[in-house]
């Protein structure tokens, strides 16, 4: 039994230590971090050459199964997967995380791209805590607000032009992310809806703060594909080791 998890976050870590060593387990991380956290098991790094290259790496490799462990923004590598283990026929599960729920007490406007996260920072303050990652920062590029940005490596560029890099990995503690928001002076917080307690703070932090948060929400996992929430759910997908047509 050889399981492929396709990796790059805290859940496919968990995952990968669950499923090792009762079966053959291949994480696989795009190479974005320059010193990832490294799961249990083989690990393989880098693209597969899009979904053709990676239906050809499940036959060479005889895999029996794929685990979609990606962040939820991950679009691109979710959609080859799926193509890819059509192609293969090999059973394909997504594991995704609960996305963020707005309680009593929160100003939350919920877009769909960077872009429009960056329309809607009209009217909302000159001080932006943006929280996105370090790809796709273009589209604040032309804003005139003044941006904290973290970012886990630093971020590419195009850049907001006025802007402090704050380089940080999660997980972050309310009182951290209190005292961000207190010495920083921030008026709006930006974020994905990542999900997940690691980087959950913040939002409690905004909501005690007062502050609006600009929300940008997921895009669908690819139609078909069954989502397991947590990493237990997904061990016990994979040692049932469902059949192609079944998955
Ligand atoms: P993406 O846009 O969906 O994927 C772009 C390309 O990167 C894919 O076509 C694939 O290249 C390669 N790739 C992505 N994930 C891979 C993986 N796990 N193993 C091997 N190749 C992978 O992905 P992204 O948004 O750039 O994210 C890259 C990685 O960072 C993901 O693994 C994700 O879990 C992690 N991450 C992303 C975010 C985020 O906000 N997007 C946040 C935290 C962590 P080929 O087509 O050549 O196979």
Same mark, same amino acid.
């Given at each position: 039994?050889?399981?492929?998890?396709?990796?790059?976050?805290?859940?496919?870590?968990?995952?990968?230590?669950?499923? &090792?060593?009762?079966?053959?387990?291949?994480?696989?991380?795009?190479?974005?971090?320059?010193?990832?956290?490294?799961?249990?098991?083989?690990?393989?790094?880098?693209?597969?050459?899009?979904?053709?290259?990676?239906?050809? =790496?499940?036959?060479?490799?005889?895999?029996?199964?794929?685990?979609?462990?990606? $962040?939820?923004?991950?679009?691109?590598?979710?959609?080859?997967?799926?193509?890819?283990?059509?192609?293969?026929?090999?059973?394909?599960?997504?594991?995704?995380?609960?996305? =963020?729920?707005?309680?009593?007490?929160? &100003? =939350?406007?919920?877009?769909?791209?960077?872009?429009?996260?960056?329309?809607?920072? &009209?009217?909302?303050?000159?001080?932006?805590?943006?929280?996105?990652?370090?790809?796709?920062?273009?589209?604040?590029?032309?804003?005139?607000?003044?941006?904290?940005?973290?970012?886990?490596?630093?971020?590419?560029?195009?850049?907001?032009?006025?802007?402090?890099?704050?380089?940080?990995?999660?997980?972050?503690?309310?009182?951290?992310?209190?005292?961000?928001?207190?010495? $920083?002076?921030? &008026?709006?917080?930006?974020?994905?809806?990542?999900?997940?307690?690691?980087?959950?703070?913040?939002?409690?932090?905004?909501?005690?703060?007062?502050?609006?948060?600009?929300?940008?929400?997921?895009?669908?996992?690819?139609?078909?594909?069954?989502?397991?929430?947590?990493?237990?759910?997904?061990?016990? =997908?994979?040692?049932?080791?469902?059949?192609?047509?079944?998955?």
């Amino acid at each position: 039994m050889h399981v492929l998890i396709l990796g790059g976050t805290t859940e496919a870590r968990v995952l990968a230590g669950l499923l &090792d060593p009762s079966v053959r387990v291949t994480s696989s991380l795009a190479g974005r971090v320059a010193a990832p956290r490294l799961p249990a098991g083989e690990v393989r790094i880098g693209g597969f050459g899009g979904p053709a290259g990676l239906a050809a =790496w499940l036959r060479e490799h005889a895999v029996d199964a794929v685990i979609d462990a990606t $962040h939820p923004f991950a679009e691109r590598i979710s959609f080859n997967a799926a193509e890819a283990a059509a192609t293969a026929h090999v059973p394909l599960l997504a594991l995704r995380r609960p996305g =963020w729920v707005p309680v009593d007490g929160d &100003d =939350w406007r919920s877009v769909t791209s960077l872009a429009e996260a960056a329309r809607a920072l &009209d009217g909302l303050g000159e001080r932006v805590f943006l929280t996105t990652g370090r790809m796709g920062l273009a589209a604040f590029a032309d804003r005139p607000e003044w941006f904290l940005v973290r970012s886990v490596d630093a971020p590419d560029a195009p850049m907001p032009a006025r802007a402090e890099v704050l380089l940080d990995r999660g997980p972050f503690t309310l009182d951290g992310e209190r005292a961000l928001i207190r010495k $920083h002076r921030v &008026d709006v917080l930006v974020t994905k809806d990542s999900g997940g307690a690691a980087t959950a703070p913040k939002l409690r932090a905004a909501r005690e703060a007062g502050l609006p948060v600009v929300v940008v929400r997921r895009p669908p996992v690819p139609e078909g594909v069954p989502v397991a929430t947590t990493p237990e759910e997904a061990a016990a =997908w994979a040692l049932r080791a469902p059949a192609p047509d079944t998955a």
